[in-house]
Antibody
Framework: QVQLVESGGGLVKPGGSLRLSCAAS????????MSWIRQAPGKGLEWVSY????????HYADSVKGRFTISRDNAKNSLYLQMNSLRAEDTAVYYC????????????WGQGTLVTVSS | SYVLTRPPSVSVAPGKTARITCGGN??????VHWYQQKPGQAPVLVIY???DRPSGIPERFSGSNSGNTATLTISRVEAGDEADYYC????????????FGGGTKLTVL
């Protein structure tokens, strides 16, 4: 079955960097768009970024543009999110999800990894 | 950017029908998707393309979308349906192509 497993979360100081990973299995990873979505503690869902199957099309939310970089390694069935210049408001659970581009929905989602930005 | 409005909470008795709305300007012209999130768990897609159900989602879940309102309907509500529900729209022509609603807490009385 389709499985997405995030890793790389943790505690980081404001201004610091962190790299999240998402390991995919159970489907042809290199055929699908992928995405990151986050959820601040006690808050709603916020889309962060998506990347095309080849990696040539990328889109970011305004809140992370210029600070976060999404990438993928199709040979390793892996999705990444490089997060730089982190702020307290980036504190959230970060989910990776398979993204169906022609309809715009996310399914399935990984279990998430918590990023805490605090001094 | 596109704004989605929703009731923060909806309460319903077991066995009754719950309706959760998602409002947006001409939302009927967009694709709307719905997610269920239980405490401590990742979201799960329950409706896509306004009214299609992924495999494994009970027929009790249905959706509609017209005008300025999309609606998620849960028939014969069960205790296990208690969760947060999020609507989401996709607009490929927008600079902000993915928008989530703020979430509605469904309480089963």
């Amino acid at each position: 079955q389709v499985q997405l497993v995030e890793s790389g979360g943790g505690l980081v100081k404001p201004g610091g960097s962190l790299r999240l990973s998402c390991a995919a299995s159970g489907f042809n990873f290199n055929d699908y768009y992928m995405s990151w979505i986050r959820q601040a503690p006690g808050k709603g869902l916020e889309w962060v970024s998506y990347i095309s199957s080849s990696g040539t099309t990328i889109h970011y939310a305004d809140s992370v543009k210029g600070r976060f970089t999404i990438s993928r390694d199709n040979a390793k069935n892996s999705l990444y999110l490089q997060m730089n210049s982190l702020r307290a408001e980036d504190t959230a659970v970060y989910y990776c999800a398979k993204f169906t581009i022609f309809g715009g929905w996310f399914d399935p989602w990984g279990q998430g990894t918590l990023v805490t930005v605090s001094s | 950017s596109y704004v989605l409005t929703r009731p923060p909470s909806v309460s319903v008795a077991p066995g009754k029908t719950a309706r959760i709305t998602c409002g947006g300007n001409n939302i009927g012209s967009k694709s709307v998707h719905w997610y269920q999130q239980k405490p401590g768990q990742a979201p799960v897609l329950v409706i896509y393309y306004d009214n299609d159900r992924p495999s494994g989602i009970p027929e009790r879940f249905s959706g509609s979308n017209s005008g300025n309102t999309a609606t998620l309907t849960i028939s014969r509500v069960e205790a296990g349906d208690e969760a947060d529900y999020y609507c989401q729209v996709w607009d490929s022509s927008s600079d902000h192509p993915v928008v989530f609603g703020g979430g509605t807490k469904l309480t089963v009385l």
